[in-house]
């Protein structure tokens, strides 16, 4: 394992994050994604270094029905002391009976609002990125959850998007019901639902919250390396970050991201063999957290392109790890790797995962531009849907 210096700031970097009663020591909080933040990715995150560990996305009315998918997803590890869950959700009191259900029954210590998902078959229900435009359907929402997770001490927080697009900005008006409904912070993925993926995020827009706020704002979008955080917290002043894709692949980052917030400006570069022995490391994981070997190597297969960006490894090994069916098959295949081979340094600061291209339309619900309120809007809730924003 070698290291590099990340080149060090000039402000001053955020202490511990404070969210209502719960303080997370390092300001840093893994983002939710659909298939991939399970227990089993966030407990190997966890023990690479500190922060906030979100559970994936699960939809309020999957959880007050009793849908057996979502009530699988709530599973957490036995190290997992903090327990935070993003919850999905359009109507007021199936999101407030939902996040009742969390503190009562799961014992969750943070409920995060989930309002930048730029999926198309979300936002035509006007749900995910395309909620906030209706403002006071947002207040409502907001305020059912607060309230339910008041009487447990749970702090909730939203996550949001600049807006819809370029010409319907909500960013600054969610930041504002959010205080107003005593949510304990904010977090801004720089980019329109527009946009989705692709395109560079608006730190700006994120500097702009922060000035218009007084609860903590957390800032999301283009975090590849340690040193992006750093560069973001000094650009916006947000009192912390989200990463989501810049880890794929790589749960050393939050080792570098605790590193470079204690003062340490050193960034870990894993060799191969290193870079082997976390991906066997998440494969048991993965089978512990299933319960079955094969189901859980399966579940692996999707992070085999993500660990090895970058490194020499043949087109027909990696085929093959990507098949490999049980741990025995998973060892003798990462022996192959040349445990020698040091890390890509060209793949520092490269995009991670799906970019894909700006949308000419966000597909929204009928009329859903008409007006801004919402409040009693009936709308349709799948009650097992997953994605993330």
């Known amino acids: 394992m070698s290291t590099a210096t990340i080149p060090a700031g000039t402000a001053s970097l955020p202490g511990p994050l404070h969210l209502g009663p719960l303080v997370v020591d390092v300001p ?15 407990r190997l995150c966890a023990e690479q270094g500190a922060g906030l560990y979100v559970c994936e996305m699960i939809t309020s009315r999957g959880l007050v029905e009793g849908d057996a998918t979502t009530r699988r997803m709530l599973v957490f590890d036995e190290l997992e002391t903090t327990r935070s869950v993003q919850l999905y959700g359009t109507d007021p009191t199936y999101v407030g009976q939902a996040t009742r259900i969390l503190c009562e029954e799961y014992g969750v210590a943070h409920v995060d609002l989930n309002f930048g998902c730029p999926v198309p078959k979300v936002t035509r229900k006007g749900g995910g990125g395309a909620l906030p435009w209706k403002r006071g359907l947002l207040e409502e929402i907001l ?16 996550k949001t998007r600049k807006g819809i697009d370029a010409d319907r900005l909500t960013y600054l008006d969610a930041g ?27 730190w700006d827009a994120i500097a702009a919250l922060v000035d218009a706020v007084d609860i903590p704002v957390l800032g999301n979008g283009d975090i590849w390396e340690a040193g992006d955080a750093v560069r973001m917290v000094e650009h916006t002043g947000a009192a912390g970050v989200v990463v989501g894709r810049g880890c794929l692949g790589r749960p ?63 087109g027909e090994l990696r085929r093959a790890l990507a098949l490999a069916a049980s741990l025995a098959e998973l060892d003798e295949l990462l022996a ?54």
């Open 28 to 42: 840093v909080v893994l983002a939710p994604m659909a298939g991939i933040t399970n227990a089993a990715y966030r």
């Open 143 to 158: 305020t059912a959850a607060v309230r339910a997770a008041e009487p447990f001490g749970v702090p909730v927080t939203m």
């Open 176 to 202: 504002r019901i959010a205080q107003e409904a005593g949510c304990a912070a904010i977090a801004l993925h720089g980019r329109t639902v527009a946009q989705a993926y692709s395109g560079v995020a608006d």
């Open 252 to 314: 050393w980052l939050f080792r570098d991201l605790a590193a470079v917030f204690s003062g340490e400006h050193v960034q870990v570069l894993p060799t191969l063999g290193e870079v082997a022995a976390i991906m066997r490391r998440h494969a048991e994981l993965l089978v512990e957290h299933v319960g079955d070997e094969l189901h859980g190597c399966k579940e692996f297969r999707k992070h085999v392109s993500w660990y090895l960006k970058g490194f020499p490894a043949g």
């Open 336 to 389: 192959q790797l040349d445990p020698t081979a040091p890390y890509p340094v060209s793949e520092l600061g490269a995009p991670r995962g799906r970019q894909g291209s700006p949308r000419e339309r966000v597909v929204l619900p009928e009329g859903w531009l008409d007006d801004t309120d919402g409040r009693d809007l009936c709308l349709a809730e799948d009650a097992g849907e997953t994605s993330g924003g």
